[in-house]
């Protein structure tokens, strides 16, 4: 039972401040100027992405490693796309090489390399997107900001007007002439709590021991 909490130092608490997220899926659309622009940054991270990805799945690189080695050339090759964006391919990168080589050990992987399909591009700073009157104003290399018309639903107006907060981080992928938009909220949340509750688990190698707690003891 050496793993178990003592409930003393517990006791003191009665109530604990919790964070959760939530992300709300949109469905959106925009004019041609728009499709065209989001196009060509898909195809910019699309190439970037399997270019850092093949480096990753043969040298088992880090986010760190591959922005020494990848970041200003990809800065020089694609001038227009903000920072932020290319920062992203490193995390996207290293995801997807871990996952690679867990299946190639496994023997489930059915191709030497891994192969890049579908992209999510993820936005983390609200200085280059903005949600504003139903749409999201996204900026880009074609005529500034672009305009995408969102298709609102019940989840995304409980999040707006409950108390729910937008967080800085946009993320969206193209599906056909469809934009599909993920937005995260945030809120926190004071949990209240009886200690007297606690069930504590303990679980070794070839045995679970529960202990139930009355009254603090």
Not at 188 to 199: A, E
Request: glycine share 6%; with cysteine.
């Amino acid at each position: 039972m050496e793993k178990l909490y003592k409930l003393s130092g517990f006791a003191k608490l009665k109530k604990l401040s919790k964070t959760l997220k939530r992300t709300v899926v949109l469905e959106g659309w925009t004019n041609r100027t728009g499709r065209q622009a989001l196009g060509e940054i898909t195809e910019a991270y699309r190439s970037m992405l399997q270019e850092m990805l093949d480096y990753a799945v043969e040298n088992g690189a880090s986010q760190s490693t591959l922005h020494r080695v990848f970041y200003h050339r990809f800065r020089e090759q694609y001038p227009w796309l903000p920072t932020r964006v290319i920062k992203s391919c490193y995390r996207d990168a290293v995801r997807r090489a871990r996952s690679f080589r867990r299946l190639r050990r496994k023997g489930l992987a059915k191709t030497d390399k891994p192969s890049v399909r579908s992209v999510t591009i993820t936005y983390s700073d609200s200085q280059d997107w903005r949600l504003v009157n139903g749409t999201i104003e996204l900026r880009t290399h074609r005529g500034g900001w672009v305009k995408i018309h969102l298709r609102y639903h019940r989840q995304l107006i409980r999040c707006l007007y409950g108390g729910w907060r937008l967080s800085s981080e946009l993320k969206l992928r193209l599906a056909g002439k469809r934009v599909i938009i993920y937005l995260t909220f945030t809120r926190d949340f004071t949990v209240s709590y009886d200690p007297g509750n606690v069930v504590a688990v303990d679980i070794n190698e070839d045995n679970v021991t529960v202990a139930l707690f009355k009254e603090g003891s």
